[in-house]
């Protein structure tokens, strides 16, 4: 009857000891203290809320760096503009002068018409991901609000350099 009774309690001991095993093993394939909601219903609910929250601030994160780059777009965008808008200034400046020639206010004015296409080109080009940035094109442009210089009781305006 003892050999009975060794057998039972070994075989007993044998299968608890292989579910133990498997539980370890359990655990350690997935990383988790608590694999089932049945080893610890309590950890299991707070592991849970953790990786909810944790997959969340990942998501966050990679919404944050999505805006970082577009807002890196939209930053070169306006530096490309405000390039233009200076080099207009410029040649409206030079165009002031009042000793330059017909041809060469020409030439003034065909340069400013090509920056302002160049303008305008960035304005409608201008996207991330498909979504424009700049908010289409640019309407009703007057370069007379823009650029003019004084000199003494004389005011020089960009769109005299148009006009001419």
């Given at each position: 009857?003892?050999?009975?009774?060794?057998?039972?309690?070994?075989?007993?001991?044998?299968?608890?000891?292989?579910?133990?095993?498997?539980?370890?093993?359990?655990?350690?394939?997935?990383?988790?203290?608590?694999?089932?909601?049945?080893?610890?219903?309590?950890?299991?609910?707070?592991?849970?809320?953790?990786?909810?929250?944790?997959?969340?601030?990942?998501?966050?994160?990679?919404?944050?760096?999505?805006?970082?780059?577009?807002?890196?777009?939209?930053?070169?965008?306006?530096?490309?503009?405000?390039?233009?808008?200076?080099?207009?200034?410029?040649?409206?400046?030079?165009?002031?002068?009042?000793?330059?020639?017909?041809?060469?206010?020409?030439?003034?004015r065909q340069e400013v018409q090509a920056l302002m296409i160049e303008f305008?080109?960035?304005?409608?080009?201008?996207?991330?991901?498909?979504?424009?940035?700049?908010?289409?094109?640019?309407?009703?442009?007057?370069?007379?609000?823009?650029?003019?210089?004084?000199?003494?009781?004389?005011?020089?305006?960009?769109?005299?350099?148009?006009?001419?």
């Amino acid at each position: 009857m003892r050999i009975g009774t060794y057998n039972s309690t070994l075989s007993l001991q044998l299968s608890q000891t292989t579910r133990a095993i498997s539980r370890a093993l359990e655990r350690l394939s997935t990383g988790s203290r608590v694999p089932r909601i049945a080893d610890d219903p309590i950890a299991y609910s707070l592991g849970q809320n953790l990786r909810t929250k944790v997959t969340g601030l990942q998501i966050g994160i990679r919404n944050l760096n999505d805006s970082k780059s577009k807002m890196s777009v939209i930053e070169s965008s306006l530096q490309a503009q405000i390039d233009i808008a200076q080099k207009m200034r410029e040649i409206a400046l030079q165009g002031a002068n009042e000793t330059l020639s017909q041809e060469t206010r020409e030439q003034l004015r065909q340069e400013v018409q090509a920056l302002m296409i160049e303008f305008q080109k960035i304005t409608t080009e201008s996207d991330f991901n498909g979504d424009p940035l700049l908010n289409g094109p640019a309407r009703n442009m007057t370069a007379s609000r823009v650029f003019y210089q004084k000199t003494g009781t004389r005011r020089y305006e960009y769109d005299k350099l148009l006009n001419t």
